[in-house]
T-cell receptor
Framework: SQQGEEDPQALSIQEGENATMNCSYK?????LQWYRQNSGRGLVHLIL?????REKHSGRLRVTLDTSKKSSSLLITASRAADTASYFC????????????FGQGTTLQVKP | GAVVSQHPSRVICKSGTSVKIECRSL??????MFWYRQFPKQSLMLMAT?????????EQGVEKDKFLINHASLTLSTLTVTSAHPEDSSFYIC??????????????FGAGSRLTVL
């Protein structure tokens, strides 16, 4: 399979709680990215972490990367109902072509 | 920021007809565009890489005669689903990679096109 795995597949939390999603991948990478997709829409880029970085922050988002385990996590703090969406990790497989391989995704529901 | 426009957003067609989907980069030049297919509640599957001025590169298992890709300019790539069948019904999403060094690793996605073949 060209894709990695994400867990959980679905996550339901209350507004204000933190949401953590995990991603595992199979190949070596230059960087790993997280994207968000609202239902029936295209994807929006959230954050990119390079292979030599271990942690990165952007607003309420915190991403970690463990290249030895080929895994990454996305933490959304103080979640809001508007964070309800599907979240995908994507890796470049060490290529510089821009081609991305996406994980299976985590569907997050934040209840108001 | 970079914007990619995809059209149409929804299309319904009869079996046997062909459908063209357009993907345009509005405020930047896209030397490379990517076409993805997404089934309900599933992830994106890369179909092909579209390179301006040259033939597209298709992923394994994707029929190039079925899914025709043309990237005639730096701002436009088209995907034509030929002789569509109900199993071609899906959500098709394009993305573009810019030419700028700072944004080269980040893709900008279109809003997607939902194809329903009756």
């Amino acid at each position: 399979s060209q894709q990695g795995e994400e867990d959980p597949q679905a996550l339901s939390i209350q507004e204000g709680e933190n949401a953590t999603m995990n991603c595992s991948y199979k190949t070596s990478i230059n960087n790993l990215q997280w994207y968000r997709q609202n239902s029936g829409r295209g994807l929006v880029h959230l954050i990119l972490i390079r292979s030599n970085e271990r942690e990165k922050h952007s607003g309420r988002l915190r991403v970690t990367l463990d290249t030895s385990k080929k895994s990454s996590s996305l933490l959304i703090t103080a979640s809001r109902a508007a964070d309800t969406a599907s979240y995908f990790c994507a890796t470049d497989g060490s290529s510089n072509t821009g081609k991305l391989i996406f994980g299976q995704g985590t569907t997050l529901q934040v209840k108001p | 920021g970079a914007v990619v426009s995809q059209h149409p957003s929804r299309v319904i067609c009869k079996s046997g007809t062909s459908v063209k989907i357009e993907c345009r980069s509005l405020d930047f030049q896209a030397t490379t565009m990517f076409w993805y297919r997404q089934f309900p509640k599933q992830s994106l599957m890369l179909m092909a890489t579209s390179n301006e001025g040259s033939k597209a590169t298709y992923e394994q298992g994707v029929e190039k005669d079925k899914f025709l890709i043309n990237h005639a300019s730096l701002t436009l790539s088209t995907l034509t689903v030929t002789s569509a069948h109900p199993e071609d019904s899906s959500f098709y999403i394009c993305s573009a990679r810019g030419t700028g060094a700072s944004g080269a690793n980040v893709l900008t996605f279109g809003a997607g096109s939902r194809l329903t073949v009756l």
